[in-house]
């Protein structure tokens, strides 16, 4: 199980729209990618497929742009990952494997125990948990050289 590239984007575009965007205001997409040094092209495709989820609502036009479909603490990370990934199995790859190697059989629980970790975090971690941790390092001093 890995986060792609591509889910990262999705993640990173969302924790900005949650502290950017309001009722009133729709952030365009090239802010967004500039922010978040995101290929705005890229950007526009995983907006369409967060769209499409119903995880972002899109306007049109000279005040047009993107926000949140829901409010940030309804939308979890495990559900824009999927959206993106699919979903999150370190075994999804072991099916062909089944019932040809008894290490095989052996390591499938262990990775499905892995699964169930992974969703339980993902699925309990808000966009709104991000944003509230994001505004909390705001101001931070950054010593990293």
């Known amino acids: 199980m890995k986060l792609s590239q591509k ?5 990173r575009a969302m924790l900005d729209l949650a502290m950017n965007a309001s009722a009133d205001k729709a952030v365009k ?3 967004i990618a500039r922010r978040e040094a995101i290929p705005e092209k890229y950007l ?3 907006l369409v497929e967060l769209r ?3 995880l972002v609502r899109s306007q049109r036009g000279a005040a047009g742009g993107h926000r949140l479909a829901r409010p940030a603490s309804d939308i979890t990370l495990g559900e824009v990952w999927r959206v993106i990934d699919g979903p999150l199995s370190p075994a999804a790859g072991l099916e062909h494997a089944r019932g040809r190697s008894l290490g095989v059989s ?3 629980s262990v990775w499905e125990e892995v699964e169930r970790s992974v969703n339980r975090v993902v699925d309990h971690v808000s966009v709104e948990d991000l944003r509230r941790k994001a505004e909390a390092r705001r101001g931070v001093p950054d010593y990293n050289i």
């Open 7 to 11: 889910a990262d984007y999705a993640l």
């Open 29 to 31: 997409s090239s802010d």
């Open 106 to 108: 052996c390591f499938q």
């Open 44 to 46: 526009q495709l995983i």
């Open 52 to 54: 499409k989820a119903g």
